[in-house]
């Protein structure tokens, strides 16, 4: 798949925003290996136009992907694929096997996202991020 065959589905109902349904799309497309390093996305303003939302929606998730090192965006040259990070081939294989675990067990993507994310809050981090808090006052 290349960037203009960019198969994306939002839902407006759901309590996810458009821009992070299209950044985790993206995101994922880029994992699977379905969008490599050098394929152009859309533009802001093809890809609204297609899924029926803002361009500033659309320029949200991509400014998010850029934040993330996914793609890189640049005037000439449109937004462009950096790269999947690289992902340890026995963690590739622990998410492969996990979703077809959950899929053979009945449970949807959103319910299987779940489970990870409750991983992840139970997993301790090898560098905990913490919420940035204003600063201490002067004394």
Do not use: C, F, K, W
Not at 55 to 71: C, F, I, K, M, S
Not at 113 to 135: F, I, K, N
């Amino acid at each position: 798949m290349s960037g203009d065959d960019l198969a994306l589905v939002l839902d407006l109902d759901a309590p996810i925003p458009p821009y992070e349904q299209i950044r985790q799309q993206v995101s994922a497309h880029v994992s699977a290996g379905s969008l490599s390093a050098g394929d152009r996305l859309p533009s802001a303003r093809a890809l609204a136009a297609d899924l029926g939302v803002a361009v500033g929606t659309v320029n949200r998730a991509y400014r998010e992907l850029e934040a993330g090192g996914l793609v890189v965006s640049r005037r000439r040259t449109g937004t462009v694929v950096t790269g999947a990070p690289t992902v340890p081939d026995s963690v590739q294989r622990a998410a492969e096997e996990l979703a077809a675990r959950g899929r053979a067990a009945g449970l949807g993507d959103g319910a299987l996202l779940d489970v990870l994310r409750g991983a992840l809050l139970a997993a301790p981090a090898a560098h905990p991020v913490r919420a940035s808090s204003p600063p201490a006052p002067a004394r």
